[in-house]
């Protein structure tokens, strides 16, 4: 069974459609890259995956993460797949983090409730040293001096670090990762992909990877599905959609990655 199956999804603002007839699914285990240039509607189609359309947006079609009907679903019902279902690393780390609050405050929570759901009632110094441990898996220096830090004292790629140890701590089906790179600069982003890449496969989880960067996306992921202007143009195999590409807008996609690649070594 799917982990996630999207079927005919349609988004809507105002009678403006945003994304239309949208389908495909994602198995266990199973990594999948939703690719596209700005505004074609990959985010809302993650936000709609996990049931956090603004309110604007109205969507039809069937969504079902882990067995459920997401759209249209109570909030009970969202609020038991999040973090057990599926967890969420945002494009900008910031929007997950809470300013006013010290990070190991900030990973200790979801580490707390999913340990709580295992069975396993941690205190506080067990609490701390497992929020340690994690902050160490993504590769964070000083897990100490980190911890005692608020978001706005270290730096952006770290951020985004905390933010990818938040997702871990919940230890879900699915990772959703909506352009988890995007604001931060080439070098740092090259290693936080490495860690994520790793990390996924490593627990086995699931993955939908959200990019507009080609060369990015066939790195991390199986399978493409590629969105323009909400609507699915082609999908397949990493090789065989960038490879041999039916679509024109991807065929133009994987000509402005091959271009911007020559430029980057100086090659005409
Ligand atoms: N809350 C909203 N109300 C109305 N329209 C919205 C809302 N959020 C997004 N949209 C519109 O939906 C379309 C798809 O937006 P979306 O954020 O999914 O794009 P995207 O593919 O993630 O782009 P990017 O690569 O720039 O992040 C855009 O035209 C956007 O303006
Ligand atoms: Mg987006």
Redesign the pocket.
């Known amino acids: 069974m799917s982990l996630l199956s999207i079927e005919n999804l349609s988004?809507a603002?105002?009678d403006?459609p945003?994304?239309s007839r949208l389908s495909f699914a994602i198995a266990p285990g199973e990594r999948l890259g939703l690719i596209?240039?700005?505004?074609?509607?990959?985010?809302?189609?993650a936000m709609a995956a996990t049931g956090l359309l603004?309110r604007?947006?109205t969507a039809s079609g069937s969504v079902r993460l882990g067995g459920q009907q997401v759209i249209g679903a109570a909030d009970r019902v969202l609020d038991g797949l999040r973090g057990t279902v599926s967890a969420f690393v945002f494009?900008e780390p910031l929007t997950a983090l809470d300013p006013l609050m010290r990070v190991g405050r900030q990973v200790a929570e979801p580490l707390r409730r999913r340990t709580r759901r295992d069975g396993r009632d941690l205190d506080g110094d067990a609490l701390m040293r497992e929020v340690h441990a994690l902050l160490e898996q993504v590769a964070l220096p000083q897990p100490d001096r980190i911890a005692r830090s608020y978001p706005h004292e270290i730096s952006g790629g770290q951020r985004q670090r905390v933010a990818i140890a938040m997702a871990l701590a919940c230890r879900p089906q699915l990772l959703i990762a909506?352009?988890p790179t995007t604001a931060l600069d080439v070098t740092t982003q090259a290693e936080i992909l490495k860690l994520l890449d790793g990390l996924v496969r490593e627990r086995g989880m699931a993955l939908l990877f959200?990019s507009?960067d080609l060369p990015v996306v066939a790195e991390v992921v199986d399978r493409v599905v590629v969105?323009k202007k909400?609507i699915a143009v082609e999908e397949g195999p990493v090789a065989e959609v960038f490879g041999a590409p039916k679509d024109e807008y991807t065929r133009s996609l994987v000509a402005a990655a091959r271009a911007f690649d020559a430029a980057l070594e100086g090659t005409p």
């Open positions: 988004l603002a105002a403006i945003l994304v596209g240039e700005s505004g074609s509607g990959k985010s809302l189609t603004p604007a947006i494009q909506d352009e959200i507009h969105l909400g």
